[in-house]
Structure formats: C-alpha cells, structure tokens
C-alpha cells in the first residue's frame, strides 16, 4: 500500500477542508455565539424602573386577590354547613370538619394570603418607590389589597405570620394589620368611590374583632356614602383566573351541593356564556346593615334591630336575580356521595322535629330557575315582625347573615371555626415553634363532627329533607362563646 | 481515476444513493473472501467486521450466510481483524496477490463477556472493552433487528441489564420510567441523555410544560416520550453506560448515564436489500380488569402492521444505507389507531486514505391518540368502569350486573365517548449527523462530528358540544361550550465535537490511548399554546371561534466544555485509566464557573497472569478480569432557574406582573461521584460467564426544589442542597450448559440491588415530589427516607378490624424496588431456528392503588371486604369517611416477574425462495405473555408522576391506567 505517498495527498487534500471547518465554526462561534443565551423572562431588575411598572404590578395585584379570594371562599364554604363536597378533589376534610396543619388546602390558603400581603408590601416599598407616576389612588388600592390579605388571615385562621419567615401572631394582630392598612388607604385616596370600600372593610375588621363601636360606626358611615355599595372581584373568563366556585356549582356532577335548606339560593354564581365570569360580591352594603342590627340586638334595642332587618331585607329584594338553565345539576341521583332533593314540592326541616317547610328546594329539570346572583333569603318581613326576643333577633340576622353571604366565603368564620400554622411553615420558619398550639385548628367544642353541619335525612318517596343541626339555632345558643358572635 | 473524479464521486455519492459503480483498479489488486461462522456450532455469522490492518476505512461485513469479500488490496501481506459483537476477535495475517483471491474462513469464539467490542460511548473514542474499568453495554444489530419493540426504551427494558425500564401505560408513545443505578437527583429526570452518532437528541420523557393534560395533576400516563420517536431502524448497534465514572466525559450532562444509538452507514460490496413485513395484532391483558365487561366496552384486537425495507452498499470509496419503515396499529383501544412513519440513511466516504467522511439522516413522525386516565377527572373511560364513577353519570356502577337493556345504553354511551374523544399528539423528529475522520499517521486519529435534532410534537384536544353533551357535561342544545386546544414544541439542539487519540506503546509492555476532545451542544426548546373556546363543532382550527387565547415559553441552554483521559495498559494486564472533563453550562447562577468532573480506573486481568495459569487453566477460568473506578458525573439545572424573574399574567386583557422565580446566583449542577468495583468471571471456556460489582454512589449538591415557608409568598426554588445516596449490587451471568454443532442454548440473567436514601436536605422540610395531597398520599422527599417514598395515613387495626389508632404522615412504601433483574433463555436449533424468551422481575417496591381505593369508596359489589366491617362502623358506615384514614390498605407490595418477548425465529433455506431471495427469515413473537404480581392491580400501569417538564418521574401509583398490550407478531423477513 502507498500509505505514505496517500497520507501525504490526503493531508493536502483535507487540509484545506478542516481548515475551512475550523475557521467556519470559528466565525460561527463569533457570529451565532451558540453559548449566548438569553433568558426570555423579565428579570426584576430590568423590571423595577421601567416605565409603567407601579400600574402592572397593582393589576397583578388585584389578580393574585382574586386567587387568593377564590381559594378562600371555595374552601371555607365546604368547612360550614353551607355546601358539602360531593364530588370534586377540592378539601376532602373540611367537610367533616378537620383542619389540619398538615391539610394542602391549610397550606395553600395561607400562601396565597402571603403571596398577596408581600405583593402588597414589595409594591409599595419597591415598585412604586421606583415608579413616579403611581398616584396616591394607586397607593390607597395597593394599601386595601394587603389589607385584605390581613383581613383574610385574621377572619380564618388562629395565627398567622404577618410577614415572611416573621414572628406568629394572633388573629386580632393580623386584623390589627388590616385595619392599619385600610386606615392608611383610606387617609390617602382621593377616590370617594374606592373609600367606600375602605370603610366597609373597616367595619367588617372591626365586626370580626369585636369592636362594636368602631364596626358599627364604619357601617353607619358607608350606609351614608353608598345605601347599595356593592363592590366586586372581577375574574378572567379568558385566561384565568376564573370563579372556581361558579364552576364547583354548575357542573353536570354535582360538585358543590347546598344544604337543602339553602338549595334557592344556588347557583349563586350561574354560568351566563363562555366569555363571562360571574363577579363575587366580597364587600356589600348588606353587611353594614347586618353589623348595625347585630350592635342593636347586643345592646338589647330589639325593635331597632327589627327596623333594620327590614331595612336589610328591602336591600336585598332589591338585588338582581337571574333566570337560569341548571337542568344538567344532576340531584336526585347517585351522582355524588350523597342524594340530594331535587324538586319544589320538597319540605325541609331546619333540624329533627322542626316544622316542615316549603320553598327551600326548586325543581332544576323542569326548566329555567330564578336565583338572586348578590344577595337572597328566605326571610320575611313578617318573620322580621315576629322578632321578640334578643335571641330571636339573633336567630333572623344569622340565618340571613347565611343566606345573604353563601358562596362568599364568610360562614366559617361566622362558625368560628379556625385554620392552623402549615406544617410547612412550621418546618421552614425560623420563627415557628413545632408543637405549638397554633399547630391546631380551632373547632369551637359545640361544632357538629362527622360531618353533621352537612347531614339531613331525605326521604325522597315522602319528599321531606330534615336538617341534622340548625346551627344558626346552636350559635345563638351558645352565644357567648368566644369563637362566636363578636358583639355578644 | 483521478483525483478530481474521486471528488466528484464522493460529492455526488453524498446526495445520491449511489449504485455502487467500482472506482477502484482491479487488476493490479488482489482480494480476500471467506466465511466468517461460530466455532462450536458452525452456523454462520452475520454482521462481523472485517478490517484490513486495522484501518477503520478499510472494512466490510460479513452477510447472513457468514460470508465476506474484501477487494482492491494491494499484493502482498495483511492481516485481517474480524469483531464481532459477543466474540472474540480474530486476526488472521494473509497474503494477497494481484488479480487473485485469498480465501480465508474464519471461525470465532463466543464471549459473552465481550470485552473485545471496541465502545466509543464515554470515551472520547474508540477503545477495547477489556481496558475499560466501567460496565458498558452494547447491543448489536442482529439482535436489534430480532426484536418485536417497536421503541428504544422497550427495547431496551431486557438488553440492559443494570437498568430497570418501565412502560407507564400501555398507550402508544406514552412515557417511561428508567432508572440506571437508582435515583441520583429527585429535580430532574433519570432517563439517560441520548446520542445518535454523536449527536444529542431529545430525551424528554415527561410532560413538556405547555401540553395535553388529560391526567390531572402530576399524573403521566398521557403524556408523551421523545424516547417513542427514536428510530429503531437502520442501527448498527446501541451502546449504554450507566452514570458515574463511565460518563465523567460527559461531564454536567450524564449522571444518569447515556444511550448512544449508532446507525448504518453501509458496507463495501454487493449491493443487498430487504424488505420485512410484521403483521399483528394487539389485545389487552385483562389478568387486572376488576369487571369482565371494562374489556368489552373499550378494548379490542387491534390489528398492526408495519412494513420496512432498505438496501446496503458500496465501494471501496462510498457506503451507503437507506431504509424506510411504516407501521399502523390499530392498538388495544377502541378508536385507538395510530400510526408511524420514518426514514433513515447513512452515507461514507474516503477521503484518500487517511480521511473519512460520514454522514446520517433520520426522519420519524407518528400519529396517536390520547385518552383521559389518572386522575383527570370528567369523562376517562377507566376511571368511570373499573372505579365504580360511572354512578356518577346514572349508570349502577357494578357494571357486570347490569341488565342487558341497562348494559346497552352504557356501552352506547362509552362507545360514543370514545369516538368523539379527540385528543391526538403528532410527532416529527430528525436528526442529522456530520463526522469527518482524519487519521493523519496510524497511531493518531482525530474526528470532528456536528449535526442537529429537531423535534416537533403538536398536542391537540377538540371538545366538541356533541362530545359535552353525549358525556353529561352539559344539557342538549349546547353550542356555545366547544374548545380546542394546542400545545406545539419545537425542540432543536445543535451538537459539535471534535476529538484527538493517539495510541502509543512504550517498548513492548506498555501501551497507552490519550484522547482529548472538546465539546459543546445548545438545546433550543420553544413551545407555545393557542386555545380557543365557543368553538363550532366541525373545527380544527382555531379560525372563527369566540375567544381564542396563547401563551408561549422557551428554554435554552448551552454545554460546553474539554476533556482529557489517558487509559495505560502494562503488559495487557495492568490498565489504569485516568479522565477530567472541564465544563461550563449557561444553567449555572452567574457566581459560579467552570465545574470539573474527574475519573479514575484500575483494570487488573488476573487471569491472563501466568503465575495464575500455572495453577488454573483456561478451560477451567478461562477469564478473570477485576475493576475497580470512581468517577463523578454532573446533571445540570434546568434552564434558567438560576435567574430572578418577575412573572407576567394577561389579566382582563391587560399586562399584569407578580413574583417570578426567586432565583439562585450560586446554582450549579447536582455531582454524583460513583465508586464501583467489581469482577468478570468466566468459567469452563466461558460456558458461565459473571459480571459482579458493586457500586456506591453519593450525589452532593443535589437540587431541590422544596416549598419555602408559606409566608414568604413566593413559589419555589431549585437550591443545591441536599445529599442523596444509592449503593447496589450487580450480578450479571450468561451459561452456555449446550453448544455443539447444531445444538446451542443461551441462558442469562441479571439481579440488581438497590438502596437508595435521601441524606440530607440541607435544612429544607420535608416536600412532595409525587402523588395528591397530604391527606390522602403523597411521594415524599426526606432525610433518612428513599426518594420518592409513600406517606399518608396508617390505620392500625386491632384483631377486630377496629382502628387503634391512626398514625399520620406515615411511611407506606416505596417506588423504587429493593431488587430487579431481567432473565432470559435463548435455543439455538440447528442453524435456522432460534427460539427465545426474556422476562424482567423486581421485588420490594410498593405502589398505592386510586383504582382499588375508588371501588371501595363508590360500592362497588365485592369490595366490602376492603376495609374492616369494625373499622367501617367506626365511621358511621360512611366509606367516604373512612377511605382515606386507612391509606395503607390501599398500598400494596408490587414484586413481579414479567415475561417480554417469546420468539420463534426461522431462517429460510435458499432453496425455498426465489432465485433473487437471500437471507429470508420468518418469526413469530409474542410480546408480554405471561406476567404474575403480588398486587390486585398491574404494578406497571405505574403514572409516571413527574410533575414538571424534566422532573423526575418515580411512579408509585396505579390509577385508572391502560395496561400494556400483548402482542401477537408474524415477522416475515426477505433479503436480496
């Protein structure tokens, strides 16, 4: 073989190729730079400064409170005895109640509140610092949206930290926080509109806290600003986030039901078209009425509280109602767990050895429905006139407290049922103490367990549904409990 | 011929499949040909290279019948190398006259060891078997091309015997689980990096992060494998190493080892074709179905097809190799068709005789459908039949039960659902190889390879009102509800090396191989998503509908780096191999730099010692060769996980910004360092042969990507924190009890163990990689614990069945066996008929069973025996209050012995075929056959849980999932 003659022709002849290889992908290193990688997200320093920042990151706040707002009221709905989880994999436990630290639910609750409160605080102290065209109306928004997350904490939960890997504190610290923060938003807007919603909070805070003079006096102040203040989260039909529990109570599945007894008032949230969303009504003139009547009724004024029950109820008659298509809720068939009452000729009894009561069920497959969308009870201005006692007063204002606010996330605190400390948060903060007793949730010793808010017994060929607890009856009764009834 | 027409040829070779026209003189040359058969059964042997004085341009193969020519040689003497994968190799000196033909026949020993297979895989470049202290695996295309596996990964699941390999469903392209000595990162996934001549391709084998979900959350069994659209045709062979000191030259990228699949590129000669063709049928394996009639309503015999055919040829100068395959299955599935197409060929050219170019091209795309399964919830046809939901929809639930009317308008109903079910996933990959040889003197040779893969998969969902309607979704008259959905991913990666070696021999006794290379490969993953809803029925496309809605994300990421390793052998006895590689990679926080990654390996041939010898024959040990190595591997973070971000949402069609990621400056990637030693053993003329070792491996830096405190507000953060540890055992043996003329029998088998353990997290809490919620179960990161392990509930129960106690956050089990193998037997009859069987085992792992928990749950008739009757009235009766407190009945030991493949393979004789026809061969194989488990369910319908694009999948969980197929395949295989 001419190896040494064909090693030589070949060098020359590939020489040039490799040559012309190496220089190319010399030149192409250069040129297409393969290691040059860019990351295609915003990295918070390119962020902070730009133009326009403080005004995204106050709508990304306002988004994050809808997360955290659907999260609240889908869960805290199935703590209380308003709807049981037949179907869905949202809080298998709550239910029962059990509200443990270990819960997912627990967990993710409390970080979406967090996730809020320090989108509020790093908006404020960061991107608006940096952003001169924030107005003080943008800083008083930003103010009411922590705010709400302190409020959230407070009514929910036993303790919280109220900053990240901070302390643990009381529940009547971290209302303390949300009425700073409402004060201070209050203070510094120039929007009389968004002030109204400033003072509801503040009375709501107040009114979870107990204090009866400052509730009352906020709630008689917004009466006197908006009678019919109403203000609502606004979801994304399009690209989320979307009203989770307008989807848990309009599926074909019988996801979410209504105690029987409640069964008028749902779907609250109704579909209406695959481009709307149905807003949740979180702060509403309603409520003002509610804290100004129970202040009356803990002051022994029956008759004022009468008067403004009825004026409660004129409100509420006169919130919208929608006719509605929910003839795919399957009730009245092994759907779920549970069978439910699906026709209006069904009586319900608040609770064994009640009188049996028409007008609670409605018959879904027959038709259209009508249901209220903002605010609906089946109180009565008759019922109303019938009041005689304090007891009695509280009964009325409670059981509509319930109806008024089913699907907003409010009954389990009005319960006074309480979330503990995540266990994650005991693990990964410093400042957490394993064992401690916010490690426990709070279920107040006279809660029905296994279950029992959500019982009743139906007897579908006598077409009767008999409650197993009225609890608005039990709260009343035990009135004077600390978990319960704030004014009392 | 002159030089310029050589050129012209080579130019013109490479873009058109040439004919294989002689450009060489033959007169003045002479030729050597021969038969190359196995020395103690005399059959032909198929596929042997024969190289001329070691020149890797200079080589041919020997055909079906064994035989091989070798043309254009110059007179006067050679010698001949013949290799053959699984036997010695030969070289035989001969000379060559002009114008005459040497006959030189050649019979070769089998070894199963293989320690003369020359791997390139981990090397730099090629280097002999025996001079390396790591297990490397090759696999040979004879025994490729036998193989039923219509997928890489399923292929492999009984080829290598280290790994174990597992299906997550038995739903065309679906994901897989590989694990290689154990689970070394619980962030990323442990399927290895995957080359195809050189060239990195797409390995994802998990959920890509904008695609279907049809599972729920953080189940897999829909989602699909990159591993699926690897071609399978036209290999040549499959090298894999496993991680550590076997792929430190891969540096940050291979902890979890590498699969290097080399393809054809042609052999000098006679120009040789075929044409296959495999028809069959699939029908499901209904050993696990709680209700008889689940079969009936979603299943079939679904018949498959496929057809393949390719020629092989060339000259002295240019080889070349086409072939093209298509397949369509109508799978086990009711309306579960898919189909797949794919294209390859290979080309080589010598550039003079110190050059050599070689180029490749492989094309593959596929069609298949998805089905809801896991945890989806709505409408998934398993979920609702053997979880007891159809009561959900106003069906009784004990379906078996029904009346016939009753059972009809279930199964009108399913049938429908299936058919207007539209969830498909398209797939099209190439990849294309460029590598160009320099051997300027005989002991230097150089290369320089580039090439591209680019993957393409376009996911897409079309719910119909009608499919709504017809699934209780929504009331008749719907219009408005209808969606589509679409995810595409576009994946390229770029992959350029070049590498030196020179082999060396210092006197007589000491030989060394330095190879150093550089390399570098970018990974470009774009995927985007564009949805619409209020879509009319009829649409495929998103034109018209009433809202439409996209999004969009991109990883990048470049790996970069140079690598040394000398490997110095003394005497042939004594070899020590000592490697770096120095890498740098685009993943890393900006505070850290360049990462090393050393090696080092010991190779002691006891046996070829003569003081041994003088004691111990051959015949009696006839091998006996100790290893010893401790190298460390990288895996690298995922894509710019290193940087603080901040996070964009549209909102009411506005612009609107929250927390991003937290970011880590220091990120880098997670280092294994695998000490392993071990022994090759054989025995009686190799009739047993044993490769034993043992290996430790400690994973430092690992990545995690644990929940801060909730308080924080923000999401997670991949931190090098933790320390996790694997050690096993590794026993692989091969007995040869019967081969003489006629007559050969192959048993072999493998038996792994493994322990694996996180060590520490690096004062992270304990987190969930895997599985729902704390409540019910979840996989479980934690000290002391394996990854990946089962925690939820723990009843304990008195002798009543009453509940004691119940201990919360319990250890139920673990994903990950205790030990696995693969065994295998294989009967040589004469040399035309080859029968074959291979299974694969594990014992000590657990799964929890949703499917099992849900019958009980929804009352499903036979299950009350489930849970205690004691127990049961603890809770008032309540099913639904009770399930989840006694999470450990629903978690069950998963041992199993699963039988793969059972062939019967026939070579045809000449004579029976036309006059054109060679190497004709006829086989029959079933795939899954038999399979016995200690669980009530499939322990491998196992949901891949990986929850993130990349992240590790380590199963533990049976639910609402098809089961792999059995297959019945009738292989008809004409040569010409």
Redesign the interface.
């Known amino acids: 073989m001419r190896r040494n003659s064909f090693a030589r022709a070949s060098v020359r002849a590939v020489a040039p190729m490799l040559t012309l290889v190496a220089s190319s992908l010399l030149i192409s290193c250069g040129e297409f730079k393969p290691t040059d990688v860019v990351n295609p997200n915003v990295t918070d320093k390119a962020f902070i400064g730009s133009p326009g920042a403080g005004a995204v990151w106050l709508l990304g706040t306002q988004r994050q409170f809808v997360i955290t707002l659907n999260d609240v009221v889908v869960n805290t709905e199935l703590a209380s005895d308003n709807y049981f989880n037949n179907y869905t994999t949202f809080a298998q436990k709550f239910d029962v109640p059990v509200l443990e630290f270990i819960d997912p639910q627990v967990t993710t609750i409390q970080s979406d509140i967090a996730t809020l409160r320090e989108m509020g605080t790093f908006g404020l102290d960061t991107v608006f610092a940096h952003d001169s065209s924030v107005t003080p109306n943008n800083r008083a928004e930003l103010l009411f949206y922590r705010g709400m997350a302190n409020l959230f904490a407070g009514e929910n939960f036993v303790a919280l930290p109220a900053s990240a890997n901070g302390p643990i504190v009381t529940w009547q610290i971290l209302l303390g926080s949300a009425i700073a923060d409402f004060t201070q938003a209050r203070s510094i807007s120039t929007d009389p509109v968004a002030t109204q919603s400033y003072t509801m909070a503040l009375a709501r805070a107040y009114y979870r806290l107990g204090d009866k003079a400052n509730a009352v006096k906020e709630a008689t102040a917004l009466l006197a600003a908006n009678p019919t203040f109403i203000r609502n989260a606004v979801f994304d039909p399009i690209n989320g986030p979307s009203n989770t529990m307008q989807s848990v109570l309009t599926s074909s599945v019988n996801n979410f039901q209504p105690l029987p007894r409640l069964d008028f008032l749902d779907p609250k949230y109704p579909n209406r078209g695959p481009n709307i969303q149905s807003p949740i009504a979180f702060l509403k003139a309603e409520e003002a009425h509610l804290i100004i009547a129970e202040g009356l009724l803990s002051d022994n004024n029956v008759a004022g509280a009468k008067d403004r029950l009825q004026q409660l109820l004129t409100l509420v008659q006169s919130r919208k109602t929608e006719s509605v298509d929910d003839r795919i809720q399957l009730r009245g068939r092994a759907g779920g767990k549970i069978v439910y009452p699906n026709s209006s000729d069904t009586k319900v009894a608040f609770a064994p050895g009640d009188s049996l009561l028409s007008g609670y069920v409605l018959t879904r497959s027959a038709g259209n429905i009508v249901v209220p969308t903002i605010s609906g009870t089946s109180v009565t201005s008759a019922r109303i006139n019938a009041i005689t006692t304090v007891d009695d007063g509280l009964y009325v204002l409670y059981l509509m407290r319930q109806e008024i606010f089913i699907g907003e996330g409010r009954r389990m605190a009005d319960l006074g049922l309480r979330m503990p400390v995540a266990q994650t948060e005991i693990l990964a903060n410093p400042n957490a103490t394993a064992g401690a007793a916010y490690t426990q949730g709070q279920i107040p010793p006279f809660i029905p367990l296994a279950f029992g808010m959500d019982s009743f017994t139906y007897d579908a060929t006598a077409k009767t549904a008999v409650m197993a607890f009225d609890m608005n009856r039990i709260l009343v009764q035990n009135k004077t409990s600390p978990f319960v009834l704030p004014f009392e | 011929m002159t030089?310029r027409s050589r050129?012209t040829a080579v130019f013109l070779s490479a873009f058109l499949i040439p004919l294989g026209a002689s450009l060489a003189n033959a007169q003045s040359t002479g030729a050597i040909a021969g038969r190359v058969s196995e020395a103690s059964t005399g059959r032909p042997l198929e596929s042997a290279q024969i190289f001329v004085?070691d020149d890797r341009n200079r080589v041919v193969r020997s055909d079906a019948k064994g035989q091989y020519h070798l043309a254009n040689l110059?007179p006067?003497s050679h010698t001949i190398t013949i290799r053959l994968i699984g036997f010695s190799n030969k070289s035989v000196p001969v000379t060559v006259t002009a114008g005459g033909t040497a006959t030189v026949n050649v019979q070769l020993v089998s070894q199963p060891l293989g320690l003369d297979a020359v791997v390139v895989t981990g090397q730099g470049a090629g280097i002999a078997k025996s001079r390396i202290a790591t297990p490397v695996d090759v696999i040979g295309s004879e025994e490729i091309a036998a193989s039923p596996a219509t997928r890489i990964d399923e292929l492999l699941q009984t080829k290598l015997p280290g790994a174990q390999i597992r299906m997550t469903s038995g739903d065309a392209g679906t994901t897989s689980i590989i694990r290689t000595r154990g689970v070394t990162s619980v962030s990323n996934n442990s399927t290895p990096v995957i080359y195809i001549d050189g060239v990195r391709v797409d390995n994802l084998n998990t959920i890509a992060t904008l695609g279907l979900n049809l599972s729920?959350v953080r189940s897999q069994g829909a989602a699909t494998s990159a591993l699926a659209d690897l071609p399978l045709d036209n290999i040549d062979r499959i090298e894999f190493v496993p991680g550590g000191a076997a792929t430190t030259l891969y540096g940050s990228d291979a902890a979890n080892g590498v699969i290097q699949i080399f393809t054809k590129h042609g052999v000098a000669g006679r120009t040789t074709g075929f044409f296959e063709s495999r028809v069959g049928f699939d029908t499901p394996q209904t050993q696990f179905l709680f209700f008889k009639r689940t079969s009936d309503l979603i299943y079939r015999n679904g018949l498959t097809q496929g057809y393949s055919a390719g020629i092989d040829g060339g000259n002295d100068a240019v080889t070349y190799s086409a072939s093209g395959n298509i397949r369509a299955n109508q799978g086990q599935r009711i309306d579960g068709d898919n189909r797949e197409f794919g294209l390859q060929n290979g080309m080589s050219a010598n550039?003079?005789?110190?050059?050599k170019y070689q180029g490749a091209l492989t094309y593959n795309q596929s069609d298949a459908p998805r089905f809801r399964n896991g945890?989806s919830?709505g409408y998934n046809a398993l979920w609702l039949l053997e979880d007891g939901r159809a009561?959900?929809?106003?069906f009784n639930n004990n379906i078996d039960d029904l009346s016939p009317t009753d059972y009809a308008a279930l199964k009108s109903f399913i049938t429908t659902a299936e058919a207007l079910q539209n969830n498909t996933v398209f797939t099209r990959s190439w990849t294309t190889s460029h590598t160009?040889s320099?051997d300027?003197?005989p002991s230097i040779k150089t290369h320089?390879t580039?090439g591209l893969n680019n993957r393409f998969s376009k996911e897409q969902s079309i719910v119909t009102n009608q499919f709504l309607i017809a699934t209780?979704?929504?009331?008749s008259g719907t219009t408005?509800?209808g969606s589509i959905s679409d995810y595409e991913r576009n994946y390229t990666s770029?992959t350029?090396d070049v590498g030196l070696q020179h082999t060396g021999n210092i006197g007589s006794n000491l030989s060394v191989i330095t190879s150093l290379g550089a390399q570098?490969f970018?990974n470009d993953d774009a995927q985007v998503q564009y949805t619409a809803?209020?879509v009319r029925d009829g649409a495929q496309t998103l034109a018209g509908a009433?809202?439409s809605?996209s999004t969009d994300v991109?990883y990048?990421?470049?790996n970069?780096g140079v690598f040394g390793q000398t490997n110095i052998s003394l005497l042939s006895r004594y070899t020590m191999e000592l490697g770096l590689r120095v890498d740098?990679n685009?993943a890393f926080g900006q505070n850290v730099g360049a990462q090393s990654y050393p090696k080092i390996g010991l190779v002691y041939a006891l046996g070829d010692e003569p003081w041994l010898r003088s004691h111990i024959s051959k015949d009696v040990l006839s091998e006996l060769r100790l290893r010893g190595a401790y190298g460390v591997a990288g895996q690298f973070p995922a894509?710019?996980a290193n940087?603080?971000?901040?996070?964009?949402?549209?909102?009411?069609?506005?612009?609107?910004?929250?927390?991003?990621?937290p970011?880590d400056l220091n990120l880098k990637p997670e280092r294994t360092g695998t000490l392993e030693y071990g022994a090759d053993v054989g025995l009686f003329r190799d009739i047993a042969t044993f490769s034993i070792g043992y290996y430790t491996s400690r994973t430092t830096d690992a990545l995690m990507n644990a929940?801060?405190?909730?308080?924080?507000?923000?999401g997670s953060q991949l931190r090098n924190v933790g320390v996790i540890s694997n050690k096993g055992a590794e026993l692989r043996m091969t007995l040869v009890p019967i081969s003489r003329q006629g007559l050969r029998l192959t048993l072999t088998g493998a038996y792994n163990t493994l322990d694996n353990k996180v060590l520490s997290l690096g004062g992270?809490?304990?987190?969930a990689i895997s599985g729902?919620?704390?409540?019910?179960v979840q996989g479980m990161v934690q000290e002391g614990y394996p990854v990946g392990y089962l925690r939820g509930n723990k009843a304990i129960f008195d002798s009543t069945g009453k509940i004691t106690s119940i201990q919360?956050?319990a250890y139920l089990g673990k994903p990950t066996p205790d030990k696995f193998g693969s065994f295998g037997a294989t009967l040589d009859l004469g040399s035309r008929l080859t029968l074959s069987t291979n299974a694969d085992y594990q014992y000590g792992a657990q799964q929890q069973s949703f499917d099992r928990a849900f019958r009980y749950l929804y009352g499903i008739k036979g299950t009350e025996g489930y849970v205690p009757a004691a127990a049961l009235a603890q809770?008032?009766g309540?099913r639904?209050?009770v399930w989840?407190n006694v999470m450990n009945l629903w978690v069950e030991n998963t041992n199993y012995v699963a039988f793969r493949t059972l062939t019967v393979d026939y070579k045809l004789g000449d004579r029976f075929l036309p006059r054109l026809a060679k190497n004709t061969r006829v086989s029959f194989s079933v795939t899954n056959p038999w399979r016995w488990a200690s669980s009530h369910w499939d322990p491998e319908t196992d949901l891949s849980t990986a929850s993130n694009q990349g992240g590790l999948a380590i199963g533990g969980y049976n639910y609402a999932t098809d089961s792999a197929p059995r297959s019945y395949i009738l292989t008809l295989h004409f040569g010409f």
């Open positions: 030089r050129w004085n110059n006067g729920g550039l003079g005789q110190t050059a945890n919830g009561s959900a929809l106003g160009l320099f300027p003197i320089a580039f209780k979704s929504f009331p408005n509800q770029f350029a570098l970018r809803t209020n009433g809202v809605s991109a990048r990421v470049a970069y740098k685009t894509p710019f940087d603080r971000t901040i996070a964009f949402n549209s909102f009411n069609t506005q612009q609107s910004a929250t927390f991003g990621q970011g929940p801060p405190a909730p308080s924080t507000g923000l992270v809490p304990p987190f729902y919620s704390a409540s019910t919360q956050l809770y008032g309540s639904g209050a989840q």
